[in-house]
């Protein structure tokens, strides 16, 4: 019985688009203050996050901003200033953001904020592609990948814990359209729930006018050196900091996380890896492909940054082969997610197994359950060595 | 697990009706995924909804590519290659068209056709003959209580609901009333 169950919480499930799962979660963290500038297909989160507002229900300061740049630093201002923060954006808002990024996880301002991720212009396009969150991965910012509005609405909290926990940003990432858009049943825990997970903010040092002080000034080379050392341990931390609050969570709601989750993997030959909205399908997927005799598994990477090379290598080593699938492309190079895995069990293992890169989805395109399949048979099959990306035309 | 695609043209409905045929199933107690794709942000352009009903969670996220039952809010997308493909078998189409010949190839399964032009046109509703069709479909199938979706369009309306209620329960009665008669 889970904690939820034994203290009479009857959870509220409504029907939600993923976005406006996004709201309720940040409704549940109440934060202070929430600096947003609309863009397709994260509207929807503002609308909603004003629909709270003039409810009453929501009472934090909701700042409406002249662009995400300013947004972004009104963001760290006021994190800075001891309050928490929530935002969101998609695609070119992000990308506009990119110099405060670096500024937000350097000056440890923990924001939380959601990203829609959206096809980068030009040519301009709305639809699911991973590109804009993936390139900010060296920004400092802890990112995680959700596949549904609940993990969505789930991860808002997880990530105010995690990052006000270690002080740094914290990026909450759902796919447009098929997560952003869709609409399914949502539990939005009881607000006395959320209080047993997550703690007020209260740093130790914060932007206060009483006690004049600054952030962010000139340092030297070794003081600079010393910001991005600490940096990384946080990161370090904030991995175990994932992990725990999965497993809290999992014992308040039934809803257990990890940092990267398997499917049948123990005993597969051939192991999907992929990140975001494509894993529902891929575990389909796996279950018509062990029909088939094909002893197949998946391996979700829910967190990215940090990236959590240690429980990927331990979930992948059995494999004969991995296929990752990747809906971005790093122009040039191929599939984000590939280069990760490939780097993290070349330091891991003597021999690891051959990581093949399939680019699934670009732009937005659909990927069936069928296509999934085809990876897993190909992944089989494909002759060695096979360094460039797999195209769905080449399936 | 059950399939529906719904076809339309931007400003007649097609994904605020399928988000309502979602919430009709949900108060049924079903788990449901509604979601939509489109060209671009304008009207007229061709829309498909897609709406997955099950009595599990639903884990797959893709588009559907042969549905059980379709709902065409527009005759003309019926030459549109995405809907000359057949049904699942037992697969109801329900088009909004008045009498007359249909566009596209011969439809092997059954359709059901419902004015919906003229019952939103007859309730002020303009272009948005989705409340109409939704009506029809439930008519048709009995797949949806009356109830559940009168309910759901109540709520799911971002305008002019009690008119929405009323060409859906107008959409029903034309479709029950068709099916009374085929059997």
Same mark, same amino acid.
């Given at each position: ?8 919480? $009857? ?121 804009? %969150? ?26 105010? $814990? ?127 492909? $062990? ?76 990927? %069936? ?27 | ?28 107690? =079903? ?41 065409? =809010? ?59 069709? =939704? ?49």
């Amino acid at each position: 019985m889970t904690a939820q169950a034994a203290l009479g919480h $009857r959870p509220t499930r409504m029907l939600l688009t993923g976005d406006h799962a996004v709201a309720y979660g940040a409704l549940r963290a109440q934060p202070h203050v929430i600096p947003v500038y609309p863009i397709t297909p994260q509207t929807p989160v503002l609308e909603k996050l004003v629909e709270l507002a003039e409810a009453g229900e929501l009472r934090g300061d909701l700042m409406t901003v002249e662009s995400e740049h300013s947004a972004m630093a009104a963001c760290i201002a006021a994190s800075l200033a001891g309050a928490r923060v929530f935002t969101a954006t998609a695609s070119q808002g992000l990308a506009l953001m990119h110099e405060m990024l670096h500024y937000a996880a350097g000056a440890r301002a923990p924001v939380v904020m959601v990203n829609v991720n959206r096809t980068l212009a030009s040519p301009w396009g709305f639809w699911a592609d991973q590109t804009d %969150s993936l390139a900010q991965r060296d920004t400092g910012w802890i990112q995680l990948y959700c596949e549904s509005a609940q993990e969505a609405l789930d991860t808002v909290l997880h990530a105010f $814990r995690v990052a006000e926990a270690v002080l740094l940003p914290a990026m909450v990432v759902i796919e447009a359209v098929y997560v952003s858009h869709t609409l399914e049943p949502v539990e939005v825990p009881e607000p006395a729930l959320v209080a047993r997970f997550l703690p007020p903010f209260t740093p130790t040092l914060r932007l206060d006018p009483a006690r004049p002080r600054g952030v962010g000034g000139t340092a030297t080379p070794a003081q600079w050196r010393g910001n991005r050392l600490a940096m990384t341990a946080a990161m370090d931390r904030a991995l175990e900091e994932v992990e725990t609050a999965g497993r809290l969570w999992g014992g308040l709601t039934g809803r257990a996380s990890a940092a990267a989750e398997a499917y049948r993997a123990a005993d597969a030959e051939v192991l999907l890896v992929t990140a975001g909205s494509i894993a529902g399908t891929a575990r389909e997927a796996v279950d018509r492909l $062990r029909e088939e005799g094909i002893p197949a598994g998946l391996v979700r990477l829910r967190l990215f940054r940090p990236f959590p090379a240690g429980e990927v290598t331990a979930r992948l080593r059995g494999a004969r082969r991995i296929a990752v699938l990747d809906r971005n492309c790093s122009v040039g190079s191929g599939g984000i997610f590939a280069q990760e895995v490939r780097a993290a069990l070349q330091v891991a293992l003597d021999g690891p197994p051959p990581v093949l890169s399939y680019l699934l989805g670009l732009g937005g395109i659909n990927v %069936s359950v069928e296509r999934v399949i085809q990876v897993g048979r190909d992944a089989l099959r494909r002759p060695l060595p096979c360094p460039g990306p797999i195209l769905e035309e080449a399936l | 697990m059950l399939e529906i695609r719904i076809h339309g043209r931007g400003g007649q409905g097609a994904q605020v009706g399928c988000q309502i045929l979602a919430e009709a199933f949900f108060r049924a107690g =079903l788990w449901v995924q509604a979601f939509a794709a489109y060209g671009g942000e304008r009207r007229g352009a061709p829309v498909t909804a897609f709406l997955r009903i099950d009595d599990r969670p639903i884990r797959i996220r893709c588009d559907i590519e042969q549905p059980h039952h379709a709902l065409v =809010l527009d005759r003309t997308l019926l030459a549109e290659p995405a809907l000359t493909g057949p049904l699942r078998p037992g697969g109801v189409l329900v088009v909004n068209s008045p009498e007359g010949p249909l566009p596209g190839p011969p439809r092997a399964g059954r359709v059901v056709r419902v004015d919906a032009t003229a019952i939103a046109q007859a309730h002020g509703l303009g272009a948005i003959v989705a409340t109409a069709v =939704l009506g029809a479909f439930a008519g048709a199938t009995g797949l949806v209580a009356l109830e559940d979706l009168r309910a759901a369009v109540e709520q799911g309306s971002p305008a002019r609901r009690r008119e929405n209620v009323e060409a859906c329960a107008e959409g029903y009665l034309a479709a029950a009333g068709l099916a009374r008669v085929g059997a």
